[in-house]
């Protein structure tokens, strides 16, 4: 059996359809066996293929022609094409549509089509520059959360926080919202606002606040000198996201302070909401010496372990990390392998929680789908996905903290490095 249009339909769809339609039967198999044969590589796993999508008149695979019947597809193209008011109809938009419906099918937060324009949005904000609002968004008991604010962006600066609940962008309700769809609402040309209707953690009614987006560039690694009440020198360095460089940029970081004298380190990962697993490996790799960094379980599969790629040469060193609601995904990683390894006290707030593998496939239109194929397990096969991660010392960093110029955490770690000398 070819999956290609009916011949005898009521209005029979161009040649361009024909190929639109045998692209994305292409697509749906690709998809289709992703889930068992997809190889396990580095974050986000943010693998960047190069697979053609190509062919015409391909067989469909014995269970696709048991179960579907894909003369309906096209009934309802014609159907859309012949009756749609309002609005201007495009093959291609209907198209990229029609696929990214095929992926939100799979009901998980985490698994999108990308059209071309949101794939290189997305690329950008990897690479650490695009415009928008500076705030990683996420879906959190079907509801549209921040997950994490970036330091020093317009998101940050109107006060948003990790955990809060976005009910309206723009005045278009969010219920029930993709977070791709979310995402094309918030991102647009610097200079412009957009208004969000939100409510935060431990309110009762939402607030208005509009932000003015900006070109956001993302210095993905901060550091200073800091000394504690007894004059002790600590290096404390804060990893915003886990770009392509992360770990080059961290290891120049702790050279410069320590030789400037500093012999302990606070790593602050609060409100980084992740990025590339292989940069995340490369930072633990710096205390976890030749052990497992982090473990990977594909569905009916054993667990593939992560190893260190060392040095190990801050495994000696003593570690206090930061974390909070805000910390997810590579954040989660490093804390996790930290942790379980006794390399570091881990301070603040449980993390966000987000522990599936996605893997990312790029077409030859400049498309590309993010797709969950695994979970993440901590060394000690800890469940990193919706638990989050308990600190070893729980201190909570209130509103009115930030409000204040306050960090009781930060103070903590200090004290603890302190208590250690």
């Given at each position: 059996m070819n999956i290609i249009p009916p011949a005898d339909s009521a209005s029979e769809p161009r040649p361009t359809k024909r190929v639109l339609s045998s692209t994305l039967v292409v697509i749906f198999i690709i998809l289709a066996f992703a889930l068992g044969y997809l190889s396990a590589q580095p974050v986000k796993k943010e693998i960047k293929g190069n697979s053609q999508v190509t062919g015409t008149h391909l067989p469909a695979p014995a269970y696709l022609t048991k179960d579907i019947d894909f003369q309906l597809f096209w009934q309802v193209w014609d159907y859309v094409h012949r009756n749609a008011f309002g609005r201007p109809l495009t093959d291609t938009k209907l198209f990229y549509g029609a696929l990214a419906g095929m992926v939100a099918g799979l009901e998980d937060p985490y698994s999108i089509f990308m059209n071309p324009e949101l794939a290189q949005e997305f690329n950008n904000e990897l690479e650490g520059t695009f415009d928008g609002i500076g705030a990683e968004i996420g879906i959190r008991n079907n509801k549209l959360v921040i997950v994490a604010p970036l330091a020093s962006t317009p998101a940050d600066r109107a006060g948003l926080k990790a955990g809060d609940r976005i009910v309206a962008i723009d005045g278009i309700d969010t219920s029930g919202m993709a977070v791709d769809y979310a995402v094309s609402l918030i991102r647009g040309q610097r200079g412009t606002p957009v208004k969000l209707i939100v409510l935060s953690n431990g309110d009762t009614e939402p607030k208005e606040i509009t932000i003015v987006r900006d070109k956001i560039t993302i210095q993905t690694v901060q550091s200073e000198l800091k000394k504690?009440?007894?004059?002790?020198?600590?290096?404390?360095?804060?990893?915003?996201?886990?770009?392509?460089?992360?770990?080059?940029?961290?290891?120049?970081?702790?050279?410069?302070?320590?030789?400037?004298?500093?012999?302990?380190?606070?790593?602050?990962?609060?409100?980084?909401?992740?990025?590339?697993?292989?940069?995340?490996?490369?930072?633990?790799?710096?205390?976890?010496?030749?052990?497992?960094?982090?473990?990977?379980?594909?569905?009916?599969?054993?667990?593939?372990?992560?190893?260190?790629?060392?040095?190990?040469?801050?495994?000696?060193?003593?570690?206090?990390?930061?974390?909070?609601?805000?910390?997810?995904?590579?954040?989660?990683?490093?804390?996790?392998?930290?942790?379980?390894?006794?390399?570091?006290?881990?301070?603040?707030?449980?993390?966000?929680?987000?522990?599936?593998?996605?893997?990312?496939?790029?077409?030859?239109?400049?498309?590309?789908v993010k797709l969950t194929i695994a979970k993440w397990f901590t060394p000690k096969e800890r469940s990193i996905d919706l638990t989050g991660l308990i600190p070893d010392i729980e201190v909570v960093r209130t509103r009115e903290d930030i409000e204040a110029d306050r960090d009781p955490q930060l103070d903590r770690a200090m004290e603890l490095l302190q208590e250690s000398d």
């Open positions: 504690t009440a007894n004059g002790q020198t600590v290096a404390y360095i804060k990893v915003v996201h886990f770009s392509q460089d992360t770990d080059q940029k961290f290891r120049a970081a702790w050279q410069q302070l320590k030789a400037r004298g500093a012999g302990t380190i606070i790593l602050d990962l609060r409100n980084n909401p992740g990025g590339f697993l292989d940069q995340a490996i490369a930072l633990a790799s710096h205390w976890v010496e030749q052990d497992v960094v982090v473990k990977e379980k594909m569905p009916e599969q054993d667990y593939q372990d992560y190893i260190s790629v060392g040095p190990g040469d801050l495994s000696d060193i003593p570690t206090v990390v930061l974390v909070n609601g805000g910390s997810a995904s590579a954040s989660e990683i490093v804390t996790g392998a930290l942790q379980d390894w006794q390399l570091a006290t881990i301070v603040g707030e449980k993390t966000f929680g987000k522990g599936s593998v996605q893997d990312l496939q790029e077409f030859s239109d400049g498309s590309a």
